[in-house]
């Protein structure tokens, strides 16, 4: 299986701020990578897919980039709305793993 | 509207059997692959396995395989997800999801508001 790490494994940030989560996956698979927000007691939301492109109705805040082994979501002015756990998942090869999840919290 | 909505939570004790349901509405059911994760207490996703409903062609991640029994009824637009014998381990919430795209297997995109397993003595 491709191992997909996360980091920070969680962060504090207060509203306003730029927040940038990395995702590393053990070998390459292209663009084939998506960002997922959850919060506490709800399913997951997708935000980002393939790599980075803007799931509808998603704010314009929230941002991907990367390709191959390399990834972020950025989220250029943190909102209180936005304080939830982030995960990345790989789908390019059998079975798509996700990373092990981002906490952000108010600072 | 894409919708998933699932069975409601469970109860169980160990050794027993289960099956929980997702049905899918505001698209064509048959056309797109339908997938399940768990959610273990505290923990992160995993991903278990997808079927397409439309010739019911079924894969499992490895990890799952085995474990548990995934299906699909297309005829009412409805996904399954089945265990025979149940074990405190399999305790967690179960979302199921909707999956669009490229890849292979494509991602989620649309997910069900999940159904908690409780397995206890």
């Known amino acids: 299986d491709i191992q997909m790490t996360q980091s920070p494994s969680s962060l504090s940030a207060s509203v306003g701020d730029r927040v940038t989560i990395t995702c590393r996956a053990s070998?390459?698979?292209?663009?084939?990578l998506g960002w997922y927000q959850q919060k506490p007691g709800k399913a997951p939301k997708r935000l980002i897919y393939a790599a980075s492109s803007l799931q509808s109705g998603v704010p314009s805040r929230f941002s991907g980039s990367g390709s191959g082994t390399e990834f972020t979501l950025t989220i250029s002015s943190l909102q209180p709305e936005d304080f939830a756990t982030y995960y990345c998942?790989?789908?390019?090869?059998?079975?798509?793993?996700f990373g092990q999840g981002t906490k952000v919290e108010i600072k | 509207e894409v919708q998933l909505v699932q069975s409601g939570a469970e109860v169980k004790k160990p050794g027993e059997s289960l099956k929980i349901s997702c049905k899918g509405s505001g698209y064509s059911f048959s056309s797109y692959w339908i997938g399940w994760v768990r959610q273990m207490p505290g923990q992160g996703l995993a991903w278990m396995g997808i079927i397409f409903p439309g010739d019911s062609n079924t894969r499992y991640s490895p990890s799952f395989q085995g474990q548990v029994t995934i299906s699909a009824d297309k005829s009412i637009s409805t996904a399954y997800l089945q265990w025979s014998s149940l074990r405190a381990s399999d305790t967690a919430m179960y979302y199921c999801a909707r999956h669009f795209g490229s890849g292979s297997p494509p991602p989620p995109d649309y997910w069900g508001q999940g159904t908690l397993v409780t397995v206890s003595s």
């Open positions: 998942l790989q789908h390019n090869s059998f079975p798509p793993t």
């Open positions: 070998q390459g698979i292209r663009n084939d």
